[in-house]
T-cell receptor, first 113, second 114 residues
Framework: DAGVIQSPRHEVTEMGQEVTLRCKPI?????LFWYRQTMMRGLELLIY????????DSGMPEDRFSAKMPNASFSTLKIQPSEPRDSAVYFC???????????FGPGTRLTVT | SQKIEQNSEALNIQEGKTATLTCNYT??????LQWYRQDPGRGPVFLLL?????KEKRKERLKVTFDTTLKQSLFHITASQPADSATYLC?????????????FGAGTRLTVKP
C-alpha cells in the first residue's frame, strides 16, 4: 500500500489567493483527519470525517477554511482567502474502523507570503 | 482548560543510555494514550498505545507507563541509539470515547549522541 498520499508537498502562494490541499487516504480506511502543525501550536486537529461525513469541525480556525470528502478515496482542504498566519504544515491521516493507529501522510508545507 | 504538556522541548542523551520522556495532562480523562514518532519532514508514525487500565506496555526497547492518578505517561527508550533521534509526540483520546478524536502534545525532540 502506498500509504496516505498528499499533494502538493509544498505550496507557496500570495496572501488572498485560494489554496487547495489534497489527500488520498489508505484504501479501506473509513476515517480521515486534517491536522495543522506549527512550532507555536503543535499538531492541531482541524476536522475529521467518518465514512465521508464531517463529524467534528470545531478545530477549523475560521470560515476561510473548508473541507470536503466527496468519496472514500479523496478529500480536500481549502483556504480562501489565504493569509500569512495560515503558513504551516498540513497533515492528512486516515484510520481503519475499530482501530486506534492513525496513519499520517507526508504533509503539505504551505507558505503564504 | 485542557492541556497536554511534554516535559521539555529537547532532550539530549548519550548513546546507550535510557531516554525518558514525560507527558502530563490536565482536564482530560483519556481512555487511552498513544505515542508517536516524527522525523523531520515526515508525518507522525504510531509507536504504542496504552489503555487507562494498563500500568505499563513494552515493545522491544520501548516502554510506556500510564498513571491516571498523576495524569502522566512516561515513555522510555532503553539502550538508545542515534537512530532514535526524532521528535516524540504523546496523544490522548479526547474524552468523547471515540478512537478518532486524538489530541496531541507539542512533542519532545530527542537527540542521541554517539
Amino acid at each position: 500500500d502506498a500509504g496516505v498520499i498528499q499533494s502538493p508537498r509544498h505550496e507557496v502562494t500570495e496572501m488572498g489567493q485560494e489554496v487547495t490541499l489534497r489527500c488520498k487516504p489508505i484504501s479501506g480506511h473509513n476515517s480521515l483527519f486534517w491536522y495543522r502543525q506549527t512550532m507555536m501550536r503543535g499538531l492541531e486537529l482541524l476536522i475529521y470525517f467518518n465514512n465521508n461525513v464531517p463529524i467534528d469541525d470545531s478545530g477549523m480556525p475560521e470560515d476561510r477554511f473548508s473541507a470536503k470528502m466527496p468519496n472514500a478515496s479523496f478529500s480536500t482542504l481549502k483556504i480562501q482567502p489565504s493569509e500569512p498566519r495560515d503558513s504551516a504544515v498540513y497533515f492528512c491521516a486516515s484510520l481503519l474502523a475499530g482501530a486506534y493507529e492513525q496513519y499520517f501522510g507526508p504533509g503539505t508545507r504551505l507558505t503564504v507570503t | 482548560s485542557q492541556k497536554i504538556e511534554q516535559n521539555s522541548e529537547a532532550l539530549n542523551i548519550q548513546e546507550g543510555k535510557t531516554a525518558t520522556l514525560t507527558c502530563n495532562y490536565t482536564n482530560y480523562s483519556p481512555a487511552y494514550l498513544q505515542w508517536y514518532r516524527q522525523d523531520p519532514g515526515r508525518g507522525p508514525v504510531f509507536l504504542l498505545l496504552i489503555r487507562e487500565n494498563e500500568k505499563e506496555k513494552r515493545k522491544e526497547r520501548l516502554k510506556v507507563t500510564f498513571d491516571t492518578t498523576l495524569k502522566q505517561s512516561l515513555f522510555h527508550i532503553t539502550a538508545s541509539q542515534p537512530a532514535d533521534s526524532a521528535t516524540y509526540l504523546c496523544a490522548l483520546e479526547g474524552g468523547k470515547g471515540r478512537n478518532n478524536d486524538m489530541r496531541f502534545g507539542a512533542g519532545t525532540r530527542l537527540t542521541v549522541k554517539p
